[in-house]
């Protein structure tokens, strides 16, 4: 007979709930108000039952008394510890083949972002790369590239395919990320993004025919059939790539079939596209570099989430969105790591790191963007981004003497993260 109970992990110093309301999301001076339990002499516990889900959260004076030991499979001494929720990616590009190191080296130079696209690379370059590979090979190296997420804390992250450009190759990796999703480890909102590039020898419009005739429908089909899970639409909203109208349609055709718009906008010119995405009640825009104030205002009003990418800017040498703006005027705020060829980082604390200082923003928002502005980003806060009774039993075990740390030492999370569990099963244990 199984034990009622899955995981206890108990006597932790610190316990970073988030929030202890049910809350969806945090915003404005919200967000520097954190539920931190702290100061028992005896610790804090979370236990999680059967199913993954927490069961009970407080000191551990009184979850030993409430609970007998012998109903929990695995109990967990966090003495020293402090417990924060996993971590939330809410924006990623994690399937492709080759690499851009070279183009890093021509940034460095000089070259911008829409110069190396011109010129056949960035985009167009992984597109080629990723059509040659096999599924075996592209879902070997999203693999390990999940697991070096997990060992940084992340526990639910958004994947987008985009390097296909094609039906054939669009649904090749759609069911490459749909198979890490089954197999489990880690949480994994699934975003169609057939719309990132104009492929080579189409015109934009016949670009966004294709995608809204062709691959929706066979997407929509397969989902139908039960052989793929997608939660997300997307499309990149620039100026030489997807105009506004174009973009409203694929974001349109895909909102029609169920999909949440969560879309790349405003990254390096000014296209209105916040206004669009909020007049189309878009789950959430990303990057917003060149935002306007009518932008952030129609974000506010409308309740998109804006998903700012701190290492995009900082790799492109962009100028910063204006989070401080966008917390001030109510947009709520999420983070993701924006993980691809051209921007590589798989870490959600340098990512917080990075926010902080290119940023302005506190270390309290940037961890609440991290995890449930995050989850709700992704539809997904009624289950994650927080530690509560009732939600996911993900969190990061962290040895530090308060979860300040694991911003402040930038770049030495994999010496303070001494575990991550999911679900009530540890996925990473550093010895």
Request: charged letters at 20%; one cysteine or more; hydrophobic letters at 40%.
């Amino acid at each position: 007979m199984s034990r009622p109970y899955k995981l206890l992990v108990e006597r932790a110093h610190q316990i970073v709930q988030i929030s202890n309301t049910r809350q969806r999301f945090l915003k404005g001076k919200e967000m520097n108000d954190l539920v931190v339990l702290q100061g028992d002499k005896g610790g804090y516990s979370i236990l999680v039952n059967r199913d993954g889900f927490i069961a009970d959260v407080d000191t551990s004076e009184v979850i030993s008394a409430k609970y007998d030991i012998c109903d929990v499979d695995v109990v967990i001494d966090a003495t020293g510890q402090c417990i924060l929720p996993g971590f939330v990616d809410a924006h990623t590009h994690p399937v492709w083949a080759g690499d851009r190191v070279y183009e890093f080296a021509m940034k460095l130079a000089g070259a911008t972002y829409m110069d190396i696209h011109k010129m056949g690379g960035g985009i167009h370059f992984t597109a080629s790369q990723t059509r040659q590979a096999d599924k075996e090979g592209l879902f070997a190296s999203l693999r390990d590239r999940l697991a070096q997420m997990v060992q940084s804390g992340t526990t639910l992250v958004e994947c987008k395919s985009g390097y296909g450009l094609d039906l054939e190759n669009e649904v090749k990796m759609l069911k490459v990320i749909e198979r890490a999703r089954k197999e489990g480890g880690v949480d994994i909102s699934i975003t169609y993004c057939g719309a990132h590039a104009v492929p080579a020898g189409q015109t934009a419009q016949e670009a966004t025919d294709d995608v809204i005739r062709n691959q929706i429908p066979h997407i929509r089909r397969l989902m139908e059939a039960g052989e793929l899970q997608v939660d997300n639409i997307d499309v990149f909203c620039e100026l030489g790539v997807f105009d506004l109208n174009q973009s409203r349609d694929i974001l349109k055709a895909g909102k029609d079939i169920g999909l949440q718009i969560n879309f790349h906008g405003e990254e390096l010119h000014r296209l209105n596209s916040a206004e669009m995405g909020a007049e189309l009640q878009a789950h959430a825009i990303s990057h917003l570099e060149e935002i306007s104030e009518s932008g952030i205002e129609a974000m506010a009003s409308s309740g998109s989430v804006a998903v700012v990418l701190p290492t995009t800017a900082y790799t492109l040498r962009l100028k910063p969105p204006p989070v401080r703006a966008m917390i001030d005027s109510g947009v709520t705020v999420a983070l993701g790591s924006d993980y691809n060829p051209n921007a590589h980082c798989l870490a959600m604390p340098l990512v917080m790191n990075l926010a902080c200082v290119t940023m302005k923003m506190s270390m309290p928002e940037a961890l609440v963007a991290a995890t449930l502005n995050a989850a709700h980003a992704l539809g997904k806060s009624e289950s994650h981004g927080s530690l509560e009774v009732g939600k996911v039993g993900n969190m990061v075990l962290v040895t530090a003497p308060s979860w300040e740390h694991l911003i402040y030492q930038m770049g030495s999370h994999n010496n303070l993260i001494r575990r991550v569990i999911w679900r009530g099963q540890t996925v990473y244990h550093k010895h």
